[in-house]
């Protein structure tokens, strides 16, 4: 009698056991099939494959997918078919971002994507209608909210920097800081801390010859060059940075 009970409390502990292991196989391949999934976004995406990349990273409904969606999205809008005709391909990096915000609110990437995606939705409306949607105030926020959660993300002292460029270049220097709290001082401090942070970033040499350009193209001119040829020296490691290393040379033709 005794040794019936043995056998059936250990047949019910082998039962207990293999359920468990079950459970940690299929949480263990779900793990290993999220990982490739996100790995195959990746590849696409260096590869140049922005809306592929977007079409996996948007299917894996994680905060990292939706994230590397709106990047994709936005970067293809930006330098491969343009704003014009693509409002809705714009509004939907910025869903993307949004979601991506929605499932992690601490993924400090997903912020700055939305910033950037907001950035390139501003410039397919009128003037009006981006003061109406107060999108200087709400971009300069997640950029903000970006840095509070990881204030060495360089791309996003970047974009800091390009905002006040974007906002002083537009309404002058006087009104920028009156009105928006935008200065020319505090962009080169933010551009300055770019480069700190990320000294080898073509992205960063460029976004900031560019918004030094718009600062003041003749007294910029040497060191706008000077970080155009950085840009270009720097190695190229995947297909955006292809698109930097273009758009460099292209810069550095048209100032002389």
């Keep these: 009698m005794c040794g019936?009970?043995?056998?059936?409390?250990?047949a019910?502990?082998?039962?207990?056991?293999?359920?468990?292991?079950?459970?940690?196989?299929?949480?263990?391949?779900?793990?290993?099939?999220?990982?490739?999934t996100i790995d195959l976004a990746r590849t696409a995406y260096v590869e140049g494959r922005f809306i592929e990349a977007a079409e996996i990273g948007e299917s894996l409904g994680t905060s990292e997918g939706y994230t590397l969606a709106a990047k994709s999205l936005t970067i293809h809008v930006q330098y491969i078919v343009g704003e014009k005709g693509n409002e809705a391909v714009i509004e939907h990096a910025m869903?993307?971002?949004t979601k991506a915000i929605e499932v992690d609110p601490n993924n400090a990437e997903a912020h700055l994507q939305l910033t950037r995606a907001v950035g390139r939705y501003t410039k397919t409306i009128s003037a009006i209608?981006?003061?109406?949607?107060?999108?200087?105030?709400?971009t300069r926020e997640s950029i903000e909210r970006a840095l509070e959660i990881d204030p060495e993300l360089a791309s996003a002292w970047l974009s800091l920097g390009r905002w006040h460029v974007?906002?002083?270049?537009?309404?002058g220097s006087l009104i920028a800081r009156v009105t928006f709290k935008a200065r020319k001082k505090d962009a080169l401090a933010a551009f300055e801390q770019a480069h700190k942070l990320a000294p080898?970033?073509?992205?960063v040499y460029l976004e900031n010859a560019i918004g030094l350009l718009q600062l003041d193209?003749?007294?910029?001119r040497s060191e706008v060059r000077?970080?155009?040829q950085r840009a270009i020296e720097l190695p190229v490691n995947d297909a955006y940075e292809r698109i930097l290393h273009d758009a460099a040379l292209e810069r550095l033709a048209t100032i002389g």
Excluded: F, P, W
């Design 217 to 220: 193209d003749r007294k910029y």
């Design 226 to 228: 000077e970080l155009l």
């Design 200 to 203: 080898d970033s073509k992205e």
């Design 166 to 171: 974007g906002i002083v270049a537009r309404v």
């Design 95 to 97: 869903a993307m971002a």
């Design 129 to 138: 209608k981006a003061a109406k949607g107060n999108y200087a105030k709400s």
């Design 12 to 36: 019910r502990i082998s039962c207990l056991l293999a359920k468990s292991l079950a459970v940690i196989c299929c949480l263990l391949l779900g793990t290993i099939a999220s990982a490739q």
């Design 4 to 10: 019936s009970r043995l056998t059936l409390q250990g």
